[in-house]
């Protein structure tokens, strides 16, 4: 694995120069990655929410707390979180051409925590279409993994009529770790 402080640290310093989108004027601070720097679980969300942007970590605001259960429950603790875009978006609105913009960032964060991984999460629809471009334009880099998709955590907390979707995505995730381990 590569220096993660000299990588993580360079995306950083990249990221916070960055003006290719809105997400710059409207964000705090950049918002890269949380979790352990060799993970078995890397779980891909849309964007930084105002909690997110606060603190400067991915997913410790109100869905942060739902996935966190989530992995307390499953027992998980060799993840890592990241996002398809480092700003929080004008008015907590993700658009495509955001992560369009930020793609770069994305594929930097993919070449460091993916190697290490065994399973790639996405974190709803958005997550989703990101990976699969991912896939597209540089399928080596992913090639490895085992992919399962999850409904967002945030679309549950809007919608509890999803609950039983959030639920049943974790329980066939659990159920692929413990088959392979």
């Known amino acids: 694995m590569t220096d993660y402080y000299e990588t993580i640290g360079n ?3 990249r990221a916070e120069a960055c003006r290719a989108c ?5 964000r705090s601070q950049v918002v890269l990655y949380r979790g352990t720097l060799e993970p078995r679980i890397l779980f891909v969300g849309q964007s930084p929410g105002s909690k997110e ?3 400067g970590v991915p997913f410790v605001g109100p869905a942060g707390a739902l996935l966190e259960e989530a992995l307390i429950t499953c027992r998980i603790d060799s993840f ?7 700003c929080f978006p004008p008015n907590n609105k993700y658009r495509d051409e ?3 913009a930020c793609r770069p960032f994305l594929l930097d964060k993919l070449r460091i925590f993916a190697p290490a991984a065994k399973y790639l999460v996405m974190l709803g629809r958005d997550a989703q279409e990101a990976i699969r471009i991912v896939q597209t334009q540089q399928p080596q880099l992913l090639s490895h993994l085992n992919f399962h998709h999850i409904i967002h955590p945030a679309a ?3 919608n509890r009529s999803w609950q039983s979707k959030w639920d049943e995505g974790w329980k ?4 692929r770790i413990d088959d392979s381990s």
Do not use: T
């Open 172 to 175: 066939h995730l659990k159920e």
């Open 80 to 86: 890592g979180i990241i996002n398809i875009i480092n």
């Open 11 to 13: 995306i950083k310093e």
């Open 156 to 158: 549950v907390l809007r």
């Open 98 to 100: 955001f992560g369009v």
């Open 53 to 55: 942007d606060e603190m």
């Open 22 to 26: 809105p997400c710059a004027q409207s």
